[in-house]
């Protein structure tokens, strides 16, 4: 089997009122899908979507520049020898694992559909029909977010995670009490400042938190600050945006930095990298989601693959962004939640087959 084609398309993903951050606030963004042709007929999809170009260095343009970059240099290899693939990308661009992420997806996919396994199948098998996931509430006032934390945990959410910063320390803390009042016991709560807090304020807030159950994901923006603050804080401390490839996982454990991860597939370089890092976390005990920053149904789909095979006692849920937009690419199999889980999908592949027509046509083409 060779590739023949890749194309490469946009596809707008309006979002649903606002998603706030405390850096940053989106309503609008473009996910960009690539689809990869062989000379068999099968066909691979992949997605990476940046959350604009604030939230991290990642952005939709780049993704862009980046497989423009690439693509070329991967027609007529063997898209199912994906070490191979993911060496040849490496030797045609430096970096830019976010964009690479798209054709290491489209590259599972094929796998899968080559030898009618589903991607989870490949990857040491599933541990369930469904994988949990959690809940984001957003940058939002103290009795809204308790509210809504009320609310979710009804429909079937066993984990809230509340966005902080971007705003003085005092509310954010008295955001956390409400939420922890709202919660009943044995809800999971994440407090999510998206590397926004000083070392300062992740102390104040930490230590007037003391008797909330819950952990920091990301307090300050280097693991230097985090290091310096470590031994002072009350809660156990995740690391999300700056888990950016296998290194820098690796690292932090050696270190003894985090007491767990919030990864994000296509951050980290796609579903190969995830599946490495996902066995460093059980090597060492260290919990872990499996997420994207965005995108629609194929990222979410190779979240929840790569989730399902992780063991339950270490896995947090895979978060996507279905809540926050409109729409499927798969009116079928679409990734969907319900009471707080998620479907593994069950065709072959990620076993998500996007309409043609609701991608349009392809901005870049190769082959």
Known sequence: MKL??????????????????ATTSVSFLQSTVVE????????????TCPVGPVYQPQHMLGAR???????????????????????????????SR??????????WDICGKSYGRRVCDLLGGATGETIPTYYSIIVKAPEEAAREARERQLEGYSRIQ????????????????????????????????????????????????????????????TMEEIAAIRHQLCHPVYMDELAEDVNGVMRAISTGLVDGFGLKLTRVGGISALATVRDICEARGLPHTCDDSWGGDIVAAACVHVGATVAPS?????????????????????????????????????????????LGSPIMSFG
Not at 36 to 47: H, Q
Not at 182 to 200: C, E, H
């Open 314 to 358: 270490r896995f947090e849920g895979a978060w996507i962004a279905a809540p926050y937009i409109e729409g499927h690419y798969d009116a079928e199999n679409g990734i969907k939640i319900d009471g707080g889980r998620i479907k593994v999908p069950t065709g072959p592949g990620l076993g998500i087959m996007p309409d043609m027509s609701k």
């Open 162 to 221: 509340v966005k902080i910063g971007g705003r003085h320390i005092e509310e954010d803390i008295e955001t956390l009490h409400r939420v922890q009042e709202a919660l009943k016991p044995g809800m999971r709560l994440a407090a999510d400042a998206n590397r926004s807090l000083t070392s300062r304020d992740a102390l104040f807030l930490s230590q007037r938190c003391r008797d909330i159950s819950m952990v920091m994901e990301q307090p300050c923006n």
């Open 4 to 21: 023949t084609a890749i194309n490469v398309y946009n596809v707008d993903l309006p979002v649903v009122g606002s998603y706030r951050m």
């Open 36 to 47: 990869l042709v062989t000379d068999n007929g099968i066909t691979g999809f992949g997605e």
């Open 65 to 95: 520049a980046a497989l423009e970059e690439i693509g070329p240099s991967l027609i007529g290899l063997e898209p199912r020898n994906i070490g191979q693939l993911n060496r040849a990308m490496d030797l045609a661009l430096n970096g």
């Open 98 to 107: 976010y964009a690479k992420a798209a054709i290491d997806i489209a590259a």
